[in-house]
Nanobody, 125 residues
Framework: QVQLVESGGGSVQAGGSLRLSCAGS????????MGWFRQAPGKERERVGN????????YYADSVKGRFTISQDNAKNILFLQMNSLKPEDTAIYYC??????????????????WGQGTQVTVSS
């Protein structure tokens, strides 16, 4: 059973930075997709980005490209989301996600097998 535990959420002013962490356990495959989604109040959950360990490629949603960076500490099975130049519209609950399969390396919501509990990120103007 895969388990994902997020940490690092909080409140920050616009233009600031936060780093989220997701500690993963219980998976034995070397090839999988692991990433981040977010859900703002009153909106549908949307993809932020993911890594596909089969190639090491990382994919970002256009809304965060150039501001957010995904990285992974393989030895500790921890996925990071470094968020810079934060905007009020980045306010959401951020979820770590894991999926055995994706589409061309991208992890879409339909392909997520396991979710973390979520962590709140609030950006004030």
């Amino acid at each position: 059973q895969v388990q994902l535990v997020e940490s690092g959420g909080g409140s920050v002013q616009a233009g600031g930075s936060l780093r989220l962490s997701c500690a993963g356990s219980g998976y034995t495959s070397d090839m999988y997709h692991m990433g981040w989604f977010r859900q703002a109040p009153g909106k549908e959950r949307e993809r932020v980005g993911n890594i596909y360990t089969g190639t090491g490629s990382i994919y970002y949603a256009d809304s965060v490209k150039g501001r957010f960076t995904i990285s992974q500490d393989n030895a500790k099975n921890i996925l990071f989301l470094q968020m810079n130049s934060l905007k009020p519209e980045d306010t959401a609950i951020y979820y770590c996600a894991w999926g055995r399969f994706g589409f061309n390396g991208v992890l879409f919501e339909r392909d997520v097998d396991y979710w973390g509990q979520g962590t709140q990120v609030t950006v004030s103007s």
